[in-house]
């Protein structure tokens, strides 16, 4: 599964983080591509639904603006979602 952020962003770095990694901040650290937006290919279990978001910048937490849906978290906000 290939997760991807577009130069919009305005990032230096970005991680993917999700329950899949358990939110780990530092274990999947995207690749920056030339044009400024970032990209990680990770595998995933099939006939998952995950959720997910991107840490940007180390402060910054952000939606997948292409997920498959979003779902509330105990924030006050939403996750985005993945489905395999």
């Given at each position: ?52 978001r991107y ?6 937490w ?16 939403e ?6």
């Amino acid at each position: 599964m290939t997760f991807s952020l577009p130069a919009a962003v305005s990032a230096a770095s970005a991680h993917l983080c999700g329950e899949f990694n358990d939110w780990s901040p530092t274990a999947l650290p995207m690749h920056r591509l030339d044009d400024g937006g970032f990209e990680i290919t990770v595998r995933l279990p099939m006939r998952g639904r995950y959720r997910f978001r991107y840490l940007l910048d180390d402060e910054r937490w952000v939606n997948d603006w292409a997920a498959d849906g979003y779902v509330p978290n105990g924030f006050g906000g939403e996750d985005s979602l993945v489905v395999t």
